[in-house]
Antibody, heavy 123, light 106 residues
């Protein structure tokens, strides 16, 4: 079964740091671009960051640019999101998701999602 | 950034009905549009990609159409499981953006 499992969420103080992980199984991880999407409580979905399958390309939303960094380890079949300088407005459920296609814009539709991990930024 | 606007925000319907949700992009996105269904407390589920392609395993009562700036998701013969929230998303250019969502309620 193709599966993504996030971990690493929790409570952190404003200005703090957290690293999220997303473990992939059931498919060839290195063949797919991966993305983080978040959902603030009671609101809609927000794209956060994407990394190409070879990790040569990374793209971040303006709201997290310079604070968050997406990365991956294709040997460990794991996706990461390093989050620094956290703010209250970063409080959300963070989902990792697999790009449906192999490259180009085809990676922009997400066919496999994790269950999400909650990040709460509060003092 | 490309703004995605869905209408309506809330839609009331009954089992067996046919409903349509509209998504408008602030500029042309060709056919780079996806539709997702999200049930409370669950991750989103891909329904439609490239505006009109049905994702594997998704019932054929779901269909998508449109190109450029206007798109629709149509659900025929509504089933109880279909009452959920629906989002459109453009992936023509970064930052990829989602619509605000449409709640389909009984």
């Amino acid at each position: 079964e193709e599966q993504l499992v996030e971990s690493g969420g929790g409570l952190v103080e404003p200005g703090g740091s957290l690293t999220l992980s997303c473990a992939a199984s059931g498919f060839t991880f290195k063949h797919y671009a991966m993305t983080w999407v978040r959902q603030r409580p009671g609101t809609g979905l927000e794209w956060v960051a994407t990394i190409t399958r070879d990790a040569f390309g990374t793209y971040h939303a303006g709201s997290v640019m310079g604070r968050f960094t997406i990365s991956r380890d294709n040997f460990k079949n794991t996706l990461y999101l390093q989050m620094n300088s956290l703010r209250a407005e970063d409080t959300a459920v963070y989902y990792c998701a697999r790009g449906r296609g192999m490259s180009g814009q085809y990676i922009g539709a997400f066919d496999i999602w994790g269950q999400g991990t909650m990040v709460t930024v509060s003092s | 950034d490309i703004q995605m606007t869905q209408s309506p925000s809330t839609l009331s319907a009954s089992v067996g009905d046919r409903v349509t949700i509209t998504c408008r992009a602030s500029q042309s996105i060709s056919n780079w549009l996806a539709w997702y269904q999200q049930r409370p407390g669950k991750a989103p589920n891909l329904l439609i990609y490239e505006a009109s392609s049905l994702e594997s395993g998704v019932p054929s009562r779901f269909s998508g159409s449109g190109s450029g700036t206007e798109f629709t998701l149509t659900i025929s013969n509504l089933q109880p499981d279909d009452f959920a929230r629906y989002y459109c998303q453009q992936y023509e250019r970064y930052p990829w953006t989602f619509g605000q969502g449409t709640k389909l309620q009984i």
